[in-house]
């Protein structure tokens, strides 16, 4: 039984890749992310799949406002004449002026490729933004959706729990885990941290937290339901704490920053092949490149600010 949740493909990237989700409950509609401008089209079809329209739309709740999970939230929302956005309080302000995300990522991608990959960003008017605090219930037509803030891969986190479906809808901080990964020893997950806020120990707390409400099923963004919770976070504890490692051991090895940071690349690689090739995949490392190669890029950046403000915090 699906319990009303609809997964919603957003197209970014790849199929299967990135995934937004439409809560259904009598008549009524909330979506959970809703991915970059690009997405618009498949989420508004998504709605008269459902047999609904905008207007039965009463909340976007958005688990994080980096740019896959929440780009086209001002763009939805404009379409949606009767919703509201839920954030976390650290996210509020860059929905209701995001010059600010735009700014940050354009100095990195460049104006082009930030057009082509997200489209510009549109802002929300502040009166239909909620901040949600932590445990935040938002009511979708008798039914909850709880908020619970789970910090690690980014301050801004929050993770939606549905009390009903007895399921989390966790953004980022319970992993990826790409169906080309599936094997018959179930799915293979990894943990995602952040360019700018990985905290290793907020992460191993926020995925212990959500543990402990013993969920049937975790909807990740990246991708999709995947059940064997206790399992998959035994495995997200055990690479999180890997991670550090391999970023603490070239503390002084790798004093360029892009040699340690090559460096970091290829330790990742060969940790999450490893780690694959023993779950039982059949791919090669040129196939590991192509599916993750982007995450490792991602993963190595955000060890990378971790360990340099924990080299400022140390006296």
Known sequence: MNHGIHTIDTGFVRPHFDAAYLVVENGRGAFIDCGTNHALPRMLDSLRDAGLAPADVDWLILTHVHLDHAGGAGELMAHLPNAKLVVHPRGARHMIDPSQLWAGASAVYGE??????YGRLRPVP???VIEATDGHEVNLAGRTLRCLDTPGHARHHLT??????NVCFTGDVFGLSYREFDTANGPFILPTTSPVQFDPQALHASIDRLVALKPAAMYLTHYNRVENV???????????DAMVAIAETMQGDHPGASERHEAMK????????????AHGWQGNR?????LIGMDIELNAQGLG???DNARKRTP
Not at 160 to 165: H, I, K, L
Not at 270 to 277: F, P, T, V
Not at 286 to 290: A, F, H, I, K
């Open 112 to 117: 082009a490729v930030m057009e082509k990959t």
């Open 126 to 128: 502040a009166e239909r």
């Open 160 to 165: 939606v729990f549905d009390e009903r479906a």
């Open 230 to 240: 206790e399992r998959l976070s035994h495995d997200l504890h055990v690479q999180i």
């Open 266 to 277: 290829e330790a990742l690689t060969e940790l999450y092949s490893a780690r694959a090739w």
């Open 286 to 290: 040129d196939d590991l490149q192509e």
């Open 305 to 307: 600010v971790w360990l």
